[in-house]
């Protein structure tokens, strides 16, 4: 059984930073792929930024290319996304996914966490 869990969101004005954290624990590989998607109201879920195994950054959508910094720590079975100079368009409910292939269909899910940002 693996176990995902998300932490770290919150309440923000426009500008400021936030971090999220996510921790894996379970019958998961070391070699697994993590990242974080975020879903929006009324919007399907999309990618944010993805990160192997060996600390190499996958991707990050365009849409925070420059903003936001995903890193992790191996020996925790952590990821992390710094964001920074958020914008409204931000807000949505931010999901931890880990799993072989970070596109693939068979990752493992958190809760989510909420991040909302005002203007």
């Known amino acids: 059984q693996v176990h995902v869990v998300e932490s770290g969101g919150g309440l923000v004005q426009a500008g400021d930073s936030l971090r999220l954290s996510c921790a894996a624990s379970?019958?998961?590989?070391?070699?697994?792929?993590m990242g974080w998607f975020r879903q929006a109201p009324g919007k399907e879920r999309e990618f944010v930024a993805g990160i192997n195994w060996l600390g190499i950054v996958i991707k990050y959508a365009d849409s925070v290319k420059g903003r936001f910094t995903i890193s992790r720590d191996n020996a925790k079975n952590t990821v992390y996304l710094q964001m920074d100079s958020l914008k409204p368009e931000d807000t949505a409910v931010y999901y931890c996914?880990?799993?072989?292939?970070?596109?693939?269909?068979?990752?493992?899910w958190g809760q989510g966490t909420q991040v909302t940002v005002s203007s």
């Open positions: 996914a880990a799993g072989e292939n970070i596109f693939g269909a068979n990752n493992y």
């Open positions: 379970g019958q998961i590989s070391r070699r697994a792929d």
